[in-house]
């Protein structure tokens, strides 16, 4: 399994930016989830979407940010609006060991990584 992120950049507080994971080797039905590392700080949970049940969020991006998949291209997007300063991180797009697996919030639950694509948020 491969994922590949992509799309971040430099945007205004209160800005959007969409996020791109790029999935290969692995079906429709996997667990993807999207961290973030910011700046000294250590890698958190943002929000993932399962299969079986749907889309979960960490409280602080609730109703700001959206997960969605796009199944004809394999490819799972994080909309991210009003953003603001503390949501500058590096973002990373995560996948379990395999398809049954029930990962939720914890990276130790996911085991294949992207590499990561910088949010920067101006104030």
């Known amino acids: 399994v491969q994922l590949q992120a992509s799309g971040g950049g430099l945007v205004q507080a209160g800005g959007s930016l969409r996020l791109s994971c790029a999935v290969s080797?692995?079906?429709?039905?996997?667990?993807v989830g999207w961290f973030r590392q910011p700046p000294g700080k250590e890698r958190e949970f943002v929000a993932t979407i399962r299969w079986a049940d749907g889309t979960y969020y960490t409280d602080s991006v609730k109703n700001r940010f959206t997960i969605s998949r796009d199944s004809a291209k394999n490819t799972v997007l994080l909309q991210m609006n009003s953003l603001k300063p503390d949501d500058t991180a590096i973002y990373f797009c995560a996948a379990p060991v395999n398809e049954s697996s029930s990962a939720y919030k914890a990276p130790e639950q996911y085991h294949y990584w992207g590499q990561g694509t910088l949010v920067t948020v101006s104030s």
């Open positions: 080797g692995a079906s429709r039905r996997y667990t």
